[in-house]
């Protein structure tokens, strides 16, 4: 069993940055796939960036690329989205995701609201 619990979100201004946390319950070495996701009004979730292999490989949408950067936090067994010259594009509920054996673990949300 592993929850998993987002903070970090909330108001920013269009070209201002947010940094999202993601703590997990157990070690991250053990969740080989986390990931952040995000979900608009209106829109289907999608997936924003991810780490697998301890973090070794990563991916990102094309959306976000040069601008969000995703870590890890080994130590304090933490997924982290750092957001840069964000948009009002980028204004969504985003969701760290879990995967450990198989089993696929969400966390309740972190909305992020950017103003023009």
């Known amino acids: 069993q592993v929850q998993l619990v987002e903070s970090g979100g909330g108001l920013v201004q269009a070209g201002g940055s947010l940094t999202l946390s993601c703590a997990a319950s157990r070690s991250i070495f053990s969740i080989n796939f986390m990931g952040w996701y995000r979900q608009a009004p209106g829109k289907q979730r999608e997936v924003v960036a991810s780490?697998?292999?301890?973090?070794?490989?990563?991916t990102y949408a094309d959306s976000v690329k040069g601008r969000f950067t995703i870590s890890r936090d080994n130590a304090k067994n933490t997924l982290v989205l750092q957001m840069n010259n964000l948009t009002t594009e980028d204004t969504a509920v985003y969701y760290c995701?879990?995967?450990?054996?198989?089993?696929?673990?969400w966390g309740q949300g972190t909305q992020v609201t950017v103003s023009s």
């Open positions: 780490s697998m292999s301890g973090g070794t490989t990563t």
């Open positions: 995701r879990g995967i450990r054996v198989g089993i696929v673990y």
